[in-house]
């Protein structure tokens, strides 16, 4: 069975830096093309970064400069460091894992950041 397993969730003051961690198993991590998607009260679920099997990585326009996705291999874990943050970013933040045609989701975290 695969997991997805988000923490790192919180409350945060605007210019303040959070980081975020999923953590999979039951499939190769490796294989997996990750991400972290957020969504808001009222809004869509959106991207916010990907980091691909073969290393690529790509940020929405929004967080560029402020947001850095990684991933430790050996550890099964993906991370997101969000720094600088404002109010507009809060939401609740989803890790995503795709092979192939399969997504894979996780349960989300909030993360709250207060002017």
């Known amino acids: 069975q695969v997991q997805l397993v988000e923490s790192g969730g919180g409350l945060v003051q605007a210019g303040g830096s959070l980081r975020l961690s999923c953590a999979v198993s039951?499939?190769?991590?490796?294989?997996?093309?990750m991400g972290w998607y957020r969504q808001a009260p009222g809004k869509p679920r959106d991207l916010v970064a990907t980091l691909a099997s073969g290393g690529s990585i790509n940020y929405a326009d929004s967080v560029k400069g402020r947001f850095t996705i990684s991933r430790d291999i050996a550890k099964n874990t993906v991370s997101l460091q969000m720094n600088s943050l404002n109010p507009e970013d809060t939401a609740v933040y989803y890790c995503?894992?795709?092979?192939?045609?399969?997504?894979?989701w996780g349960q989300g975290t909030q993360v709250t950041v207060s002017s």
């Open positions: 039951g499939i190769t991590f490796s294989f997996l093309d």
């Open positions: 995503n894992g795709r092979l192939r045609s399969r997504n894979y």
